[in-house]
């Protein structure tokens, strides 16, 4: 199984994955492209198979910013949120993240 990494760059977008989490649990990860630890855990993430939702911190950190606020949980990179019903249910953050981990915690 592989990941869809879809990105997001914009606060609309985000408001719509907010929205969306009513419905079906959304994955949000924000990933660092300069940092080592983050290009093992983007890895990681990979071998899960479903839609992530990717915030690249150095093109978007207005809404890795934004989503920090909006879930109460500091800014780390990289980390996994997990949101159902607009609410985080999961969050980790570098090697703490595991794909076992997003799959438990993002089913339907």
Do not use: W
């Amino acid at each position: 199984m592989n990941a869809n990494f879809i990105k997001v760059e914009s606060s609309d977008v985000l408001e719509e994955l907010f929205s969306k989490s009513n419905e079906k649990p959304v994955v949000l990860f924000k990933h660092s492209v300069t940092c080592p630890i983050s290009f093992d855990v983007y890895n990681e993430v990979s071998n899960v198979g479903k839609d992530i939702y990717l915030v690249v911190v150095q093109s978007a950190r207005a809404i890795s910013n934004l989503i920090a606020e909006k879930t109460n949980i500091r800014h780390e990179s990289p980390q996994a949120i997990i949101l159902k019903n607009g609410a985080p249910v999961y969050h980790a953050s570098h090697y703490d993240i595991s794909s076992d981990d997003i799959e438990n915690f993002s089913k339907d």
